[in-house]
C-alpha cells in the first residue's frame, strides 16, 4: 500500500509543476459534469412532477371508468357498482378561477377511495373529520397556496362568487390542483349527482361484468406507465439530453486532450518508475486510482455547478412546459442522491472514456523505448486515414437513418450520424487544405507557416471538431428558431382576428357581456366560439367552434384547403384539422373524422389543414353552431370582437367596469400578441442558453489546447527564434495560424449547421410536435457566428501567444541545453 | 554474484535478424568493479538490459546472487529491479517534477527501505546539500548524474547498472562523477557492471570486458 502511495505521490508531482494542465483536465471533466449534471437535474425535476400528478387522485397511474361518450356519469351508476362489487371511488373534476387564475379542482370521495391511488395524501382519523365535515378542507401544494396568494387556512372566493374550503398544504399534491370533497366539488362546478370518472381500486373476487350494472355506458381505461403529458413533452426532454450530452462529450474532449498530452509528458517518468522496479500492474492501477480521485473531485464541482445551472435554467424551462404542454412543474429545485450519485459515476465514467486511449499505451508501454515527447503527435497523422474511414461509415449510417428512420429517436440519431461525421472528417480535411497551402508556398517562412500548421493540427484537431460541433448546433438551432419565429409571427398575426379579447368566468356572464355587447355602437362583431374535449383514437382532441365571419375566411392561415373550405364548414358537415393531428392519425383532405358526441357519432369531412403552434392536443375546427349542437353543454366563455382601432382602450375600460374583469379576462390584441411572443421567446430561452454554455465549452477546449500545447511548441519555435525572428513576430504568425485553421472550421460548421437545421425542422419537429416550417436561411446571422467563432479563438488564442511574445529569451534557449 | 551463461539476444530490423547477442559468458563476483567497453552497436546497452530484467533473452542464463532471472514474470523483475538493482543511465533519467531529495529517496521508499542516515550520508557525499529543493532542469549534466547514481544507490543495491553514465559531461566532470561512484560503491560493497566507450574510464576500474561481434572476448 505504502509504495502504491508513492508511486501516486511520484504521478502527482507532475500535476504540481503542471498546474495549466491540470485545471484544463479539471475544467473538461467540471465542464462535462456540469452541464449533463443540470440538464439531468432539470429532466429529473419534471419527470417527478409528472409522476406526482399521474399518481394523484385517478392520475394515469390508476385505473378507472369513463363515460364511453365522455360524458359526465350519473352519481347513481356508483352506488350500482358498489353494491355490484366493483371497488370504484367517484371523482368530480372541472376548473375554477381565482383571482383571475385557472385551477384544477378535483372532488375525491375518501370513504372508497382506493389505495392503489399512488402518492395521494393519506386521509385518516382526524384529517379524514377535518376533511369532510363542513366546511372541509382544501388541500393543496406549497406552491398552489403561493399561486392562490393566500395563506394557510384561508378561504378564497372563486369567479362565481362561492368560497373553497380553508385551505391546508398537502406536499405530495402537484400544482394547480384543489382537492375537495366531492360533495363541495359538486357544488362549486354545478354538478349535482355527477360524476367525472370512477377510480377502480384491485378488484377482488368475482363482480359482477361490467356490462350488466353499467351496460355500454362506461369502459374501463387501463393505468398507463407513460402518461400522456410524459408522452407529449418526451422531445422536450429529449431535446435537453441531446444538448447536455454534447456538451458532455464537448467536456470529454478537452479531457482527453490534456490527458493525452500528460500521459506523453509523463512517459520518461513512468519508463523511469518502471525501471526503479514499479511493476507495470501497480503503475496501471496507480494511474486509474489518479484519474478517478480527479475525477472525483471534478463530478463533485461540476455537481454543484450543474445545480447552479439547472437553478438558473428553470424558470425558463418551468415557463416553456407550460406554454408548450400545460405541465406543472414546481419552480423550485429538489435533487435527489441518485442524482449526485449519478454525476458522480458519469464524471469517473467519462474521465475513463477520455482517457482511454492513454490508459492501454500505459498498459502496452515498452519499459525501453526511447522517449519521444511527441511521438503521439505523428501516431495520430496515422489515424487520420482510419478515422477518414470511420467519418464515411458514419456517413453511410446517417444516410440509412435518412431513408428508412421514421422515428424521433432515429431523427435525433441522423443528427448524431451528421455530427460525428463532421468532426471525424474535420482533420482529413484540415489537412487536404494545409498540404495544399503548403505545396503552393514558396517563402521559406510560409513554407513553415504551412508545414507547422499541419504537425500542429493532431494536437489542436480535438478542441477543432468541439468548435465545429458547437457553430454547428449553433447555426442548426439558431436557423431552426429564427425560422419558427418568422413563422409563428407571421400565423399569430393571422390567427389573432379579433381587436379585443374577452374571456368570461361563466357562461351567464359570457351571455351578460354579450348582451351588453350587442347594444354598445362601437362593436361591429362578436366573435363567440367554444371549445369541447373528446378522444379519438385515443388521442386527446379539443374541438373548437368558429363562427361564420369573413375575417376567418380572410386571415385564418391554412396550410393545404378543399375548394370552398370555409363554406363546406357552416353546415356543421365539415371540419378543419390541426396539422399535428393530422400527422398523428394520418388524415388528410377528404378523409373523414368520425367525433364521439353525446347525441351520437358526428361524422365530419376534412376541408383544411391548418398550423397550430404551441398546441399540445390536437385539434379540430368546426362551425361554432354545429359545436354547440352536439355538445351542447359547451361553455361559450371566449369571445373576440371586431372593434374600430380608436374606440380600443375606451370599450376595454367599459368593459373592466362593468363585469369586474381583469387585465387576464379582457385584453387588446397587442397585448394577446406580445404575452404570446414573451412565451415564445422564453420557450426558446433555455435553448439559447444551453447553446451559449457550449460554445463556451468549445472556447475553453480550444483555449486549454492551445495553453497545453504552447510549453511543447517551443521547440518548433525556438530554431526561428534562433535564426532572427523576433518573439513578438512568431506570436503574430502563431495567432495567424489558429484564426486561420478556426476559420477553416467555422466555414465548415456553416453547410453541417445548415443541414442540422434541416433535420430539426424537416424531422425533429415534425415527429416531436407534429409540425413543419418553413426553412429559411439566415445570411447574416451566419456571418454573426462566423464572428462569435473567430472572437472565441481570438480569446483563446491570445494567452498563450502573450505568454510567446513576453517570454524571455533564456527560455528559449533552453531548448538547446536542454537536449530535448 | 553474477553469473551470464550462453546468453541470446537476436533483434528484427527490416525482416532481417539482427544477432545482437551470440552466447554471451561473464562473471562479476561481490564488490567487484567491472567496466563493459565495445563499438556502437556491439551489444553493451542490450547486455545490461537483459541483466536489469528490461528486456527478456532468447536463450541463455542470467544467475543474481543465486537466482536464475533470465524466466522470471514482469512483476517479478520489476521487484528485482526494485530491491536489488541499481541503474543508471546516461540521459539521468531523473523525474523533472520531483525535487532532488525526493529524487534520490523515491527508489528507496518505493522498495521500502528509504534509511535517513544513509540518506544523508548519500546528499553530503555526492555534494548534495545546496541542490536539495532545486528540479532536474535547475541542475547542470553532471550534478543530475550524481542525483542519478544517489538514487541507485539508496537501495544498497547487490549490483548497480551504469550505461554509459558519463556519456554526456565533459572529461573533468565524467572522472569527479565516476570517482564519487567508485567510493560509494566501495562503501555499499555492491558490484558494478559499467558499459562505457572511454578507455581512461576503463582503466580506472577493477577489470574491463569487451563484447565484440555479440560474444564477451
Redesign the interface.
Known sequence: M??AL??LA?LS??W???PMQLATLLIGLISATALWSGVQAINQQARHAYDRAAATFGGARTAMLVATDGAAIPQELFVKLRRAGWPVSPVVEGRVQVNGRSFRLLGIEPVTLPAEVGNAPSLSGRDFRAFVAPPGETLVARETLADLEAAEGASPEISNGARLPPLRVRPQLVPDVLVVDIGVAQRILNKPGQVSRLLLGKIKGKPAPLASAAGDRLQLVEPSAETELERLTDSFHLNLTAFGLLSFFVGLFIVNSAIGLAFEQRL??L????????????LNTVLVVELVALALVAGLVGLVCGYVIAAALLPDVVASLRGLYGAEIPGQLTLRGEWWLAGVGISIAGALIAAASSLVKAIRLS??AT?QPHAWQQAQHRWLKSQSAAALAVFAVALLLLHYGNSLIAGFGLLAALMLGAALILPALLEIVLRLGQRRARAPLALWFWADSRQQLSGLSLALMALLLALAVNVGVSTMVESFSRTFLSWLNGRLAADVYVSAPDNARAIAIRSWLSERSDVDAVLSGGRAEVQIEGQPVELLGLPDHALYRERWPLLETAPRAWTQLVPGNAAFVSEQLSRRLDIRIGDVVEIPAPGGTWSVDIAGIYADYGNPKGQLTVNVAALMRHFPQTPQTRMGLIVPHAKIPALIAALRRQFALDDRSVADQATVKAESIRIFNRTFAVTSALNAFTLGVAGIALLTSLLTLANSRLPQLAPLWAIGITRPRLAAIELTKTLAVALFTALLALPLGLLVAWCLIAIVNVKAFGWRLPFHVFPLQLAELVGVALIASLAAALLPMLRLARMRPAELA?VFA??R | MLSIRNLSKTYASAGEPIHVLRGVDLDVEAGERVALTGESGSGKSTLL?LI?G??AADGGTITLEGSEITGLS??AR??????R?G?V?Q?Y??????SVE?NLA??A????RHDTAWHAELVERLGLGSLLKR?P?QLSGGQQQRVAIG?ALAIKPSLLLADEPTG?LDEATADDVLALARDLVARTGCGLLMVTHSLHLAATLDRRVTLHAGVVT
Request: charged content about 30%.
Open positions: 505504502r509504495r508513492w508511486i511520484v508531482s507532475h504540481r509543476r503542471h520518461p517518468m519508463r523511469t518508475l518502471r525501471a526503479c522496479g514499479a511493476s507495470a500492474r501497480l519499459v525501453l522517449a533552453k536542454n537536449e | 538490459h536489469a528490461l528486456d514482469d512483476s520489476a521487484a528485482l529491479r526494485r530491491d538493482l541503474l543511465f540521459q533519467n531523473l523525474i523533472p517534477s520531483l525526493d523515491f527508489q521508499r518505493i522498495a521500502g528540479y532542469e538514487r554526456n
